[in-house]
């Protein structure tokens, strides 16, 4: 157990809808990154938080949007869904977020979305 | 043409046999990750490095910067390390802030 907790597990929706994950960091770890892992394209990089503030950004959709709380949680917003979409969304947490490569990332379980 | 490869894809081995993963990256990177993707699903991180050799029970990594090319070696293999094994890099950036860019990993099953 990472300590790293994300709900739903899973999630079914059709095209054109809009979902929210939910992401609570390890107790004490200031960032948040997130992660999409599809098939044909791997694991890739969303966004990351730090503390509150958008740290790093990487392949992620403008229908797709993220914040982090002040009690440090983390949602993941997915809109105008697409089949494509369909993938296992990773949230990952690190102690500081030194820009995610110098720490080490505890990974949730993942929340495994499927697009109809 | 992938900025992170990993080699092989697929790899089927015996119970005790001595594995190595290969990953090569094609740009100047400021850490390297290890991580263990299990058959449910889940992630786990195994190392991090930014040079030389680390060492974590039967798992070693080892990365040569000059080279831009890290292995992970698993000795004494068991079936219980059947998984996906996954190389990530930090790139370095002009811009600055960069997250992880991850190989496509390397299918290992252990047979008893």
């Known amino acids: 157990d990472s300590g790293v907790t994300q709900t739903p597990k899973h999630l079914i929706t059709a095209t054109g809808q809009r979902v929210t994950l939910r992401c609570s960091p390890r107790s004490g770890d200031l960032s948040v990154y997130w992660y999409q892992q599809s098939l044909d394209q791997g694991l890739q990089f969303l966004i990351q938080?730090?503390?509150?503030?958008?740290?790093a950004k990487g392949n992620i959709l403008e229908r797709f949007s993220a914040q982090q709380f002040p009690d440090l949680h983390s949602e993941l917003n997915l809109s105008s869904l697409e089949l494509g979409d369909s993938a296992l969304y990773f949230c990952?947490?690190?102690?500081?977020?030194?820009?995610?490569?110098?720490?080490?990332?505890?990974f949730g379980p993942g929340t495994r979305l499927l697009v109809l | 043409k992938n900025e992170v490869e990993q080699s092989p894809q697929n790899l089927t081995a015996q119970e005790g046999e001595f594995i190595t993963i290969n990953c090569s990256y094609s740009?100047?990177?400021?850490?390297l990750h290890w991580l263990q993707q299990h058959p449910g699903g889940g992630i786990v991180s195994l190392f991090m490095?930014?040079?030389g050799k680390k060492k974590h029970g039967r798992l070693i990594a080892t990365i040569n910067i000059q080279e831009k090319h890290s292995s992970l070696h698993i000795t004494a293999s068991h079936p219980r390390d059947s998984a996906v094994y996954i190389c990530a890099v930090r790139m370095y950036s002009g811009g600055g802030a960069d997250g992880l860019t991850f190989g496509k990993g390397t299918h290992l099953i252990i047979q008893p």
């Open positions: 740009v100047g990177i400021s850490a």
């Open positions: 490095l930014s040079s």
């Open positions: 990952a947490s690190s102690v500081a977020g030194g820009l995610g490569g110098w720490e080490t990332q505890y």
């Open positions: 938080y730090y503390n509150g503030e958008e740290r």
